[in-house]
């Protein structure tokens, strides 16, 4: 196999939560540039793949390859600072900030002054506020939140502040985005929104990993779709093959019932 | 639609029972409040705060007066510190008043006992006081949970007992006494007035730090820290190294503050450090208000002037603090001054949406 384009490698990971095996030796590559979608019923193991790619958690066994780096015994600030942004399942924004700080935390990665300089307020430090500044402008313009910027975040619609995760997670300049059902609980038409956002991040040349429940949406913009099933990897393939596997049918059936 | 709907209800509803005039003077004195605490504003509060400084000594001629002033200086530097850590990142310190403790006693251990020179006495005791703020930051922090406030409160405990038992270094129960005042040049600050200047002078530029430190990007990681923690992690803020830094931090202020305070009224004893001060200072943060810096100038100073003004009953002082405290977190949960902000802020936030 040749390995140049896959920018993440899963190699048999397992975890463990006690007596609950919440993800058995699951592998997958995700190739730069695409959609890669993880699907699967509730309580199937996406969240934890998740959190075991951004070092939550340590894997109870296997190894996970960001750009061909072992992601072992790395802090979860240091997977971020490798490159790898994400939102959370249930929404994680800084409730008492304004949409603006939100995204000028995650400027943080892109500038370096520390408590000394910080209580001076030395040159340097104003000079990297003027980027950040800019930088954050840039992020909100490119997700639409430039007429929300100076609102408190936790005063906003749930959309919005699902927007404002993504541009949080965009301000650290990932090469790859984690996902974890961004879509869940919008309605319509902000879900339209937010496919076309998805893809607008992706033709920026970021990889994003999605994790969602809503087929339309996973097989209208995924590259690629992986699919779980207590904790094991059942399928994958392009939303084609994955619509009519049966394994895939039977998997989500069977919960339905 | 449905929001818009019952905001407009809830308005009219709390207008209603205030007559029209009254109204508009009372909205646009807190409009104004809300003008200078919004941070475009910022720079124009602490011109006031300057001018508030230099002008005070023209209308205050009481010892008395003077004395309260500098108390509400000295302790407005501890809370402002002890603000950093409480309301920016979440974490809470019942021994503060151990850090304020070893800036006396470094102070006046150093200067009295071995002849140092004051303003360098007061550096190295600013310094030791962050390293032990390490040594015990570091290994509490590091542990999820609350374990930073039950480490500080017991440090704070031993710290006032060695206070007291460490005679030959530090007077025991006594008190050390004769500690020299502060000098620059040729000017002493040997009198309540001139300590007036010098402490609030400190006041002064401790708070402008700090306000630099928050506006900038070490500022906004400690929000975020506060505001979620896995968040923060996951845009690269190593959370636990913020969190010792920013305790660091706010116990070399309270030991500046307690240096100060040594060399003004120039004789310190255990009594001054107990817990109850600790607890005392965690209480102008929260009733001036978590995370919000004028709000700690603010908290300081009304309960410095509270627990003077009931000076003769000095037994009824902790009753008086728990009283205020409980109609605080009742009535403005977010004390104050941020109370009243935030109040301001959610009006041109729903505003917003409506438009
Ligand atoms: N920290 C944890 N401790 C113990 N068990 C956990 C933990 N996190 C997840 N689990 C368990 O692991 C399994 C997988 O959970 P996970 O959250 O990854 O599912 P999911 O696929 O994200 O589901 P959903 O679609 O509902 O979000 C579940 O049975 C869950 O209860
Ligand atoms: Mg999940």
Redesign the interface.
């Given at each position: 196999m040749s390995r140049p384009n896959y920018i993440l490698e899963i190699n048999s990971i397992s975890k463990n939560f006690g007596g609950l095996q919440a993800i058995t030796r699951l592998s997958f590559n995700v190739e730069e540039g695409l959609i890669f979608s993880i699907i699967g019923p509730n309580g199937a193991g996406k969240t934890t793949a998740i959190n075991l790619i951004?070092s939550?958690y340590p894997p109870t066994s296997g190894e996970i390859l960001f750009e061909g780096q072992k992601l072992f015994r790395k802090?979860?600030?240091q997977v971020?600072?490798m490159g790898i942004?994400?939102t959370?399942q249930n929404i994680?924004?800084?409730?008492?900030?304004s949409v603006r700080?939100n995204v000028?935390?995650?400027?943080?990665?892109q500038?370096d002054?520390?408590?000394l300089r910080?209580?001076?307020?030395t040159p340097s430090?104003w000079k990297?506020?003027k980027v950040?500044r800019q930088k954050t402008d840039a992020v909100l313009k490119f997700l639409d939140l430039d007429s929300?910027a100076d609102?408190?975040v936790g005063?906003?619609?749930y959309g919005v502040q699902k927007r404002v995760e993504i541009a949080?997670?965009l301000?650290?300049e990932p090469k790859l985005l984690l996902l974890d059902e961004p879509v869940a609980g919008l309605n319509l038409q902000e879900t339209e929104e937010m496919a076309g956002t998805i893809l607008k991040i992706r033709d920026t040349g970021i990889t994003v990993i999605l994790v969602e429940h809503d087929m339309n949406l996973i097989m209208g913009i995924s590259n690629r779709i992986t699919v779980l099933d207590y904790g094991k990897k059942i399928a994958e393939g392009s939303a084609k093959e994955i619509q009519n596997n049966p394994k895939v049918i039977d998997a989500y059936l069977g919960k339905e019932l | 639609m449905e929001?818009r709907k019952g905001f407009s209800l809830n308005i009219s509803k709390g207008h209603n029972f205030i007559p029209i005039e009254r109204k508009r003077t009372i909205e646009s004195c807190l409009l104004l409040v809300n003008r200078m605490l919004l941070k475009q504003k910022d720079n124009l509060c602490f011109g006031i705060l300057a001018l508030v400084i230099v002008a005070i000594p023209m209308f205050v001629e009481s010892k008395y007066y003077f004395i309260v002033l500098n108390v509400i200086g000295l302790n407005t530097i501890v809370v402002v510190g002890l603000n950093l850590l409480i309301g920016f990142a979440g974490q809470i310190s019942l021994g503060h008043a151990a850090f304020y403790g070893l800036g006396s006693y470094f102070s006046g251990i150093l200067t009295v006992n071995y002849g140092f020179p004051m303003w360098p006495a007061m550096l190295v005791g600013m310094l030791a006081t962050g390293a032990v703020a390490y040594l015990i930051g570091y290994p509490s922090l590091k542990l999820r949970g609350h374990y930073l406030v039950m480490a500080t409160l017991g440090f704070g405990i031993i710290i006032n007992i060695l206070m007291g038992e460490l005679e030959q270094f530090t007077g025991g129960h006594d008190g050390l006494m004769g500690i020299p005042p502060l000098t620059i040049g040729g000017l002493a600050f040997d009198n309540d007035l001139k300590n007036f200047y010098l402490i609030w002078s400190f006041v002064f530029f401790f708070m402008l730090?700090?306000r630099?430190?928050l506006?900038?990007?070490?500022?906004?990681?400690l929000?975020?820290i506060h505001?979620?923690e896995?968040?923060?992690?996951?845009?690269?803020?190593?959370?636990a190294d913020y969190k010792v830094?920013?305790f660091v931090?706010s116990a070399m202020f309270a030991s500046v503050s307690g240096s100060l305070y040594a060399h003004y009224i120039t004789f310190i004893s255990p009594s001054s450090y107990d817990f109850y001060y600790s607890i005392q200072v965690v209480t102008m943060v929260i009733v001036g208000g978590m995370?919000s810096l004028w709000g700690s100038l603010f908290g300081a100073g009304i309960l410095t002037f509270i627990s003077e003004a009931l000076h003769i009953a000095e037994q009824y002082h902790i009753i008086a603090y728990g009283i205020f405290l409980c109609l605080v977190l009742v009535f403005l949960p977010e004390g104050i001054v941020v109370g009243i902000y935030n109040f301001f802020?959610?009006i041109?936030?729903?505003k917003?949406?409506i438009k």
């Open positions: 951004t939550m802090k979860p600030y971020a600072l942004g994400r959370f994680q924004v800084f409730q008492k900030m700080e000028m935390v995650g400027c943080h990665t500038s002054s520390g408590f910080c209580l001076m307020h430090v990297e506020e950040i929300k609102m408190l005063g906003l619609p949080r997670a301000a650290i | 929001n730090a700090a630099n430190l506006n900038s990007r070490v500022g906004r990681a929000r975020a505001g979620s896995v968040a923060a992690n996951s845009l690269g803020i190593n959370t830094k920013v931090l995370g802020l959610k041109k936030t729903r917003a949406i």
